[in-house]
Structures are given as C-alpha cells and as structure tokens.
C-alpha cells in the first residue's frame, strides 16, 4: 500500500496560484491557524535522469563491504529486538 501524497489543483488565476508562478523554485511555506506548511516544486519526471546502470554500478561498489559476521550480528540485534521490543514501557 503505498503513501501517494494528496494532490490538491489550485487555480492559476487565484492568488495563491499567481504567488506560486512568481517564486523562483524555493521552497513558499503556508501558514493556516498557526501551523505551517512547506511547498517545494516537484520535479516533472522524477526518473528521468535514472539510470540503471549507474545504480547497478554504486551496488557493486558498496558489496562486500559487511563481513559476513557483520551481518549475522546486525540481523540478530534485529531480531532481538523484535522479540523484546524496543519501546520504552511507558509508550504504546
């Protein structure tokens, strides 16, 4: 299940949309009773500089650089901690 962020259509003609045309690509922070907002301009097409062979190649990269004893360990602190849990007594 994924988490698609709400996607809400402003109308270019609004004010909040003719703010939104004069903003140089920084971030514009919207504030409604007290709580803030941060607005960032999406990228168009966010896979469209992905390359798949530069990801295999960071992959071969960073393999190997866990001993396999590394791994075992940091899958049984893992686990230990399923088992045990790891919220304070006080939390839900």
Known sequence: MSNAPLTITIDPDSELGRALDETDGSPVVLLRAGARFRVTRDPDDPWA???????RAGLRKFAGMLTPEEGERIKETISRGREEGTRPLDRP
Do not use: A, E, G
Request: cysteine-free; aromatic content about 14%; proline content about 14%.
């Open 49 to 55: 500089n992905y390359d798949p062979d530069k990801v």
